[in-house]
């Protein structure tokens, strides 16, 4: 059973930071890219950053300059750094990505598919 595990919400005032951890568990054979999205009240969940197994990051507009995304591949973990937070970054986090994995049909082979985290709630308030 894979699966994601966020950690790292909770409150902040404006203009703290907080880091945000996802470890992927279970069989795996490679992570691909991995992303933080978030989602607030009433709003569509949006990715937020995004970071592919080489290295390759890209950033919503919103959080350029103020978020950094980075992986370990032998730790199986992406984190998010959030600096500078302001009240509209208040949202659950949420880790995604693209994983291979042992096939479970029965047959040899792999299967692909995408897993997300459970989520984490960030909120940014004096």
Same mark, same amino acid.
């Given at each position: *059973?894979?699966?994601?595990?966020?950690? =790292?919400? =909770? !409150?902040?005032?404006?203009?703290?930071?907080? @880091?945000?951890?996802?470890?992927?568990?279970?069989?795996?054979?490679?992570?691909?890219?991995?992303?933080?999205?978030? *989602?607030?009240?009433? #709003? *569509?969940?949006? !990715?937020?950053?995004?970071?592919?197994?080489?290295?390759?990051? #890209?950033?919503?507009?919103?959080?350029?300059?103020?978020?950094?995304?980075?992986?370990?591949?032998?730790?199986?973990?992406?984190?998010?750094?959030?600096?500078?937070? @302001?009240?509209?970054?208040?949202?659950?986090?949420?880790?995604?990505?693209?994983?291979?994995?042992?096939?479970?049909?029965?047959?040899?082979?792999?299967?692909?598919?995408?897993?997300? =985290?459970?989520?984490?709630?960030?909120?940014?308030?004096?």
């Amino acid at each position: *059973q894979v699966q994601l595990v966020e950690s =790292g919400g =909770g !409150l902040v005032q404006p203009g703290g930071s907080v @880091k945000l951890s996802c470890v992927v568990s279970g069989t795996i054979i490679t992570i691909n890219t991995m992303e933080w999205f978030r *989602q607030a009240p009433g #709003n *569509q969940r949006e !990715l937020v950053a995004g970071i592919t197994r080489d290295g390759v990051t #890209n950033y919503a507009d919103p959080v350029k300059g103020r978020f950094t995304i980075s992986r370990d591949n032998n730790k199986r973990a992406v984190s998010l750094q959030m600096n500078n937070l @302001k009240p509209e970054d208040t949202a659950v986090y949420y880790c995604h990505a693209g994983v291979e994995a042992p096939a479970t049909n029965g047959m040899d082979g792999i299967d692909e598919f995408d897993q997300w =985290g459970q989520g984490t709630q960030v909120t940014v308030s004096s």
